[in-house]
């Protein structure tokens, strides 16, 4: 998983729904790394339609590179939620 990637020196982010955030924020605690870096796209995905999906996934895409390089201009941990 990305937090174990990220224990290992191996740069990570993880890609969650909205409705995971705070799951995903305590799960970052639990694993010792409160400040692993995520990307959050709308919720549901299940009944999002191709062209939502593919909006979302570029959406989320761009702000996964920009963390990665450093390049990100928010707050560095946590990426608002993205509407296509």
Known sequence: DAVSGEQRGIPSVSV????FVSA?????QVLGAPDHPFVVIPHPISSATSPE?????????????AILTGH???HPAI????TP
């Open 24 to 28: 995903a924020e305590l799960m970052g």
């Open 79 to 82: 990426h608002p939620a993205i």
């Open 72 to 74: 990100a201009t928010d």
């Open 53 to 65: 999906l593919d909006a979302a996934a570029r959406i989320a895409a761009a702000q996964c590179v």
């Open 16 to 19: 969650m729904t909205e409705r």
